[in-house]
């Protein structure tokens, strides 16, 4: 069997407090991946081609939203494996945990209407230059639900004109023709910012729930792109 | 003064309880148990004034597997699969704190169904509120939605549906209500039925144990709310969502396993309940040692650490040598896991506080041996005063166009994408449908199947026929799951009632249980479960009678559900079933009329039934694009939902032998709005004729506009704007 | 000895506060119409064993910059420290 044909293994890591880990692992299975569960206590990602850090409340969110799982066991090998170049999504909670480990720019807070809300939302690419946007290009939207209470994106200013100036946002919340603007921001992101990647672009997070727009027997499948680009970008052994 | 009052009085037992307290005894209670017999025979947990009437509710039926008794009803969908569910009220702490009274109400409810072994795979939470022109009203909804998130969204239980309705008599006494559903492995039920032998150990785990709620069985759950609630508050409990999350994993993975001999929540009356059924059901006792349980406070008694209703906290069941085994699960998810009891022979209960023994009482006689009460029941005075004013018969001058935006922007009818876009509707990935229909669907996670779920009250119909409100109720919630092509299978109810003590609230009560029983028969949708809660009323205002349905359908496929929305032009507007001049009671009689009087719309159980059967067969045959009831607001709400919903306009025209009003407002039974393809319009037309269901075409979808011939021109987006916008307005007055 | 601490994290300023924001809007309602920045922080209550406050005040501010604060969004301030006895 060729290199290009084996069946990625895509790992999901579960902390306490995680919810959406099944979804993940459901989603990775239904693009035609393999689905690891990790749990946070482990040490070893058990050789899987990719990390995504779910969704979910991970000890409740308390004190601050990814506050603790940063420091969750499992993280140090996280970290090691992005070093190394290997792709990590981080979706909701996993991309708060991600900020909180300075493993991507900025921080999550509170949003704006200080309401949880759940709705479906397009976000336009901004970049194809991440594990999940490989078979997407700029300017393109998706539409894929949104679930948070604390999903508004900030960076102090100095930051902000890095990440900007560096391309690192990778999705902005838009219309479903691309229009980025103050009526399509759920939550009051700065720059109406969904999701980040980091300098070497092979970590990325975002807000909204790919994962939860794959399956056709539930809903839409606007998130099923970013999963086929993920699966691509390890099929292709990057 | 209360404090003058004896302690079994302050507790809230009277002296003929106390009476009987003494003779089981022998002699007087030591106060642990004074304390202990309170909470227990509470009307929340002993259900003293409903039980004998409950009796007269049908709960048997080929599909169910655990009727009324245990945590939650059980209900056999087939492929050796079960679904379980319940519903409860949560209303008493809302009122004082609504954010952690509403999230505790989640709480309680998720554990009542984890602890049949199942995993909660959907709730739905039917609330009632006073009118959001009080300011007081709108910060009680608001914190009863955020508390329902911020509680729910954290234990990856996806909320997908409910209802929310506005009426004077819920200003002081919000009605809360949760519903719960879970799957489990039919065979891998955990009920009373499984032994329980002499020895097994009790195993306390997850939180430790507060003061929280202390006596809030038997000083908030049973009692009316006086001027000045407030002072109760050190009552309410707080609820940790997070360790909830790790309750469901750590209890899941117990049964999975095949560690447990029975498993039970603790919810009110705490330990005391807990530990007095789990004995009870097994036919044993048991030895409880307080000091054993893992305290949050240094310095509690006996009394309080025996009827705290801390949250999140479960009693496992478990033989000696599968101790270890437990405990290490238990650890695995962060709990600590604690023995605190063991069964014993005989039936006595003996709880030690430091070595002395504070409590020795037959388990039984706490469980399962409290008073019972056929109160006195009378209707209300004017209740023939109430229903003689129809408003069918009024003058009505108003336009139909104002009309119709009067209603659709009615709290009652208007969208409530405000409250559930607070929910998370998707996590678990099963929901194809979550609030916005008639029903709300969810598959079963690896198959075809999918339950559609409803919950239904009819407070205003209750308030002027106890037994047609709650007959209605049923007939409703069957059909908005009948609408989406789901056969009926079995109910929940929440009983929401004033004052037991009240002959005529005990006169709505049993004709509601008249009602809801002659409906269950009729629809063969029996009864496996619910709650009772009385004493929602404060000062004169009692909340209308109102029995909330929680109704559980059956998809086979769920690729052949129905939505509720029109689907693009072309398609066939019909009315199933007859409109008749029944404006009692109507949205329309109380916004455009401001009349809450006359008779509740008839309902024919037999014609009800029909129409269902009839959904049901016309989804499997494929034969519609859409299914919409007609509920509160008549035909013209039914047609503007269906039309908002799937952004489709239409035009239809009226019969012309009745006045405009009653064909678009009347809320007559048994309709249903359904639009169906040309190819399939014979098959559909013959299927009808069959069923011997009477049939209207009104028109045709298509367009921007909403035309209702000779009474309303509008457009979707006029109608869909006042739709949408209503009660966000109304909460930034 | 044991020693008693209280760390208040609040957003750094400039960063939108909508929770500040809120409370704000909310109290000329109740008649004071004279307030302005308005900032909700949380407060964090603690005690810690240590030879010393200077070397219990070391570890607490560690403790802030590394978990109970985010110091990409958050400033904090180490307040009141108290001795409690051994």
Redesign the interface.
Known sequence: MSRGERVPRIGVVTF??S??D??AL??VELMGAQGIPLWHADTDLQGVDAVILP???S??????TG??AR?ARIMDAVRAFADRGGPVLGICNGFQIL??AGML???L???????????PVSIRVETSGTPVTGRLLPGETVEI?I?H?EG?Y????E?LRRIEGEGLVAFRYSGPDGVVDDARNPN?SVGNIAGVRNGSGNVVGLMP?P??AV?P???PVGGQPLFASLLQYVGAGV | MAQEQPLHRQLGLTDEEFGDIRQTLGRDPGSAELAMYAAMWSEHCSYKSSKVHLRSLPTEGSAVLVGPGEDAGAVDIGDGLAVVFKIESHSHPSAIEPYQGAATGVGGIVRDIISMGARPIALLDPLRFGPLDEARNRWLFEGVVAGIGGYGNCIGVPTVGGEVHFAGPHSSNPTINVMCVGVAPADRLVTSAMPVHEGSLMVLYGAATGRDGIGGVSVLASATLEEGAEASRPSVQIGDPFAEKLLIEASLELVERGLLEGLQDLGGAGLTCAVSESAARAGLGAELDLDAVPLREAGMEAFEILTSESQERMLAIVSPGKLVQVQAVCERWGLQGVVVAKTITGGGLTVRLGGEIVARVPARSLADEGPVYERPSAPPADLAERQEDDPTFATVTVKAEEAFFSVLASPNVASKRWVAEQYDAHVQHNTIAAAGGDAAVVRVDGTLRALALSSDGKGRFGHLDPYLGAAHAVAEAARNVACTGARPLAITNCLNFGNPERPEVMWQFTESIRGIADACRAFDTPVTGGNVSFYNESGDSAVWPTPVIGMLGLLADHRLRVRSGFRGPGTTIYQLGDTLPELGGSEFAEVVLQMISGKPPALELAHERALQQLLVDAAAGDLLVSAHDCGDGGLAIALAESAIAGDTGFAVTLPADAPWYVSLFSESASRVVVSVDEARIAAFEALVARAGVPLRRLGETGGPRISIDGALETTVEAAREAYESAIPTLLDA | MRYGFEVLVSLKAGLLDPQGKAVEGSLPALGWTNVSDVRVGKHIALTIEADDEDAARVQVAEMAERLLSNPVIEDFQILSASELGG
């Open positions: 306490p407090g919810l959406d099944r979804d459901h989603a969704g979910g409340f000890y409740g969110d308390y004190l601050r506050a603790l420091f900020c909180e720019p900025g921080a807070s509170r949003n704006d209407s200080l309401r949880f809300v759940c709705r639900p679930k209470g508004r900030v960076a102090g200013k930051e009051g729930h994962e939860h399956d027997d539930v809903g």
